[in-house]
């Protein structure tokens, strides 16, 4: 029995792949990179890796974080530069008891001691795309918009779990700023007793709920993935327009250690895809805001 989930469809090849590496007896872990990876490697997914959109200085700064579900060992690097796969520093970094969280110029002098290749993350597509934001803003638009980030959780034959993420965070973003996703606890968590959850959206909110942990609470207080994803969203949701009176975008994904899986969104559709060793689908988390209600919908592929 085996399992993966990821966020948005941008995830798809990448959660193909990685069930059939599950299939075969991969771990949990390599199943997760190698979905990270599938999405930091594609240009046309401008929130994560090469081609990810730049920060207010026109530079692409990446966040990644790995989290093994075994020994809750962590590894994260924030603020990376040229570097396609910042996931692969993370996942170095589970390797020691010490330094594991690094940031800016620590995570390069880690990436180059592993022989990473630096390359400019720069697209042509990326760099249109940031002057004409350039030009939006100065004409007083809101200079902030897009903020996907991959993420996956994964379950293995030997029932050990892990979790990874990956973004080039919030667009124009100011230099230095972090949001949730290399953050354990805010945007992901994963015990192999109990299940994982990782986060996407406005990291600024999300950090607010420590969503992952709570979801993953609430799954240790025996709910199902689903109905804890319903409900940290709508809590933290609910919670944070009546303080704010306002909530920025949240969308998360879980599974637990028997494979059953969840999401939920205070946004209109967050897309994901899970592989099990029983199908591989398509979902669709939707919000009725009218209701505070989730529909999840799920096509299967195989």
Known sequence: MWGIIGTWAMAEEGIKKAGHFLSNHGSAMDACE????????NPAFTSVGYGGLPNEKGRVSLDAAAMDGNTLQIGSVMGVEDFKHPS??????LNYRFNNVLVGKGAKIHGLKMNLKEENLLTEASKEAWLN??????????????????????????QAMAAMTSTS???????????????????????????????????EDIMKGILSYEIVRLMSDGLNPQDACERAVTNLHEKLTRKN??????SVIAMNHKVEFGAA??????PFVVATDQHLMRGKAHFRASKHSQEIVCTKLL
Request: charged content about 25%.
């Open 265 to 270: 969104t205070n946004i209109d559709t967050f």
């Open 34 to 41: 190698v979905c990270v990876r599938e999405v930091e490697k």
């Open 88 to 93: 692969a520093i993370a996942k170095d970094l």
């Open 169 to 203: 965070g919030l667009f124009f973003k100011a230099e230095g700023r972090v949001g949730d996703a290399p953050l354990p606890g805010s945007g992901f968590y994963v015990d192999s007793e109990i299940g994982g959850a990782a986060a996407t959206g406005l990291g």
């Open 133 to 158: 934001h350039v030009h939006a803003v100065e004409q007083g638009l809101s200079p902030y918009d897009g903020h996907d980030t991959v993420c996956t959780v994964a379950v293995d034959v030997n």
């Open 245 to 250: 009176k306002k909530a920025g975008d949240l």
